[in-house]
């Protein structure tokens, strides 16, 4: 059975850089579609970016797009998310999501696989 970990996150002040990775143990990603999805205390689970498991398409949330970049590993086994010119509101907890179904929007559809979830804080 497929496992996630999450990695990379932590503080950053406004306008920085991190990158996120969603590493896979236990069976490989090549037949998932990996989405990132956040999630800040009190608010909806959103989805941030997806990246299909054939053509790698991409998409993204409008809050993130032209600032976030969901890429993949396939040698890896790894997908990652790298985000610049962080903002306040990027804060929260992120997650890393694999479904067979494929991506819905910027979401993985009814993701099969989870990650634990890893601490972006945006903060001066």
């Known amino acids: 059975q497929l496992q996630l970990v999450e990695s990379g996150g932590g503080l950053v002040q406004p306008g920085g850089s991190l990158r996120l990775s969603c590493a896979a143990s236990?069976?490989?990603?090549?037949?998932?579609?990996i989405g990132w999805f956040r999630q800040a205390p009190g608010k909806e689970r959103e989805g941030v970016a997806c990246?299909?498991?054939?053509?790698?398409?991409?998409d993204y949330a409008d809050s993130v797009k032209g600032r976030f970049t969901i890429s993949r590993d396939s040698a890896k086994d790894t997908v990652y998310l790298q985000m610049n010119n962080l903002k306040s509101e990027d804060t929260a907890v992120y997650y890393c999501?694999?479904?067979?179904?494929?991506?819905?929007?910027?979401?993985?559809?009814?993701?099969?696989?989870w990650g634990q979830g890893t601490q972006v804080t945006v903060s001066s």
């Open positions: 236990r069976a490989p990603l090549n037949v998932y579609s």
């Open positions: 990246i299909s498991n054939l053509a790698w398409i991409t």
């Open positions: 999501a694999a479904s067979i179904r494929g991506c819905w929007g910027s979401s993985a559809a009814q993701p099969d696989h």
